[in-house]
């Protein structure tokens, strides 16, 4: 199946601060998932990007599909403590298996 | 509409017995995935059921099963338990197995 590196594997942020996390792949990607997972809970679906150079945003949360579709992003501006969790990216594939990301885990700094 | 109910919620057992867990898709979902999350291995795709019918499996030894009622009710059974079986079986729900997943609580299992 097609699999996906996630990076960081940890983000430490500062209250009201910016960051990114990258979903990378090595092969073209059909579509990608991000969801989140709060400390206890479960996966929530956020958004799937399915175009070329697609970019959604939701309040403060942009996400990018790159030209090739071989990697995305998820960037938060003005993080707050709301932010908390693992977020992950996901590819489905025609096979109906949806293979995630390792996930990227976001503490914030108060 | 209900979301994904999961059965049981936690679940102690020791090494060699077995467990079986129940999922409830939300209502008009027939599409049923099971997933293994654990700290190091993050989150691994078990199986995917339609219509009482598996058409995926990930990498698991055969000790996991499961299957599909009519109703789209979904079960999964592990058997002769070890202890690297510890884990949050998370099952999911969807029309289509491409797009959105609905997760459910999960059922927290350890294996002692």
């Known amino acids: 199946g097609q699999q996906v590196m996630q990076i960081p594997q940890y983000q430490h942020v500062q209250e009201g601060e910016d960051f990114t996390t990258y979903c990378n792949s090595s092969t073209t990607l059909s579509n990608i998932q991000w969801y989140k997972q709060r400390p206890g809970g479960h996966p929530v679906f956020l958004i799937q990007l399915v175009k070329s150079g697609e970019v959604k945003k939701q309040k403060r949360l942009t996400f990018q599909f790159g030209e090739a579709k071989k990697n995305s992003s998820l960037h938060i501006t003005a993080t707050q403590t709301t932010d908390v969790g693992t977020y992950f990216c996901?590819?489905?594939?025609?096979?109906?298996?949806?293979?995630f990301g390792a996930g990227t885990t976001v503490t914030v700094r108060a | 509409k209900a979301g994904v109910t999961q059965t049981p919620r936690y679940l102690i057992k020791t090494r060699g017995q077995q467990v079986t867990l129940s999922c409830s898709p939300i209502s008009g979902h027939r599409s049923v995935s099971w997933y293994q999350q654990t700290p190091g291995q993050g989150l691994q795709f078990l199986f995917e059921y339609f219509s009482e019918t598996q058409r995926n499996k990930g990498n698991f030894p055969g000790r996991f099963s499961g299957r599909q009622f009519s109703n789209s009710r979904s079960e999964m059974n592990v058997s002769t338990l070890e202890l690297g079986d510890s884990a949050l079986y998370l099952c999911?729900?969807?029309?289509?197995?491409?797009?959105?997943?609905?997760f459910g609580p999960g059922t927290r299992l350890t294996v002692l």
């Open positions: 999911a729900s969807t029309i289509d197995p491409r797009d959105e997943q609905f």
């Open positions: 996901a590819v489905s594939s025609n096979d109906y298996k949806l293979s």
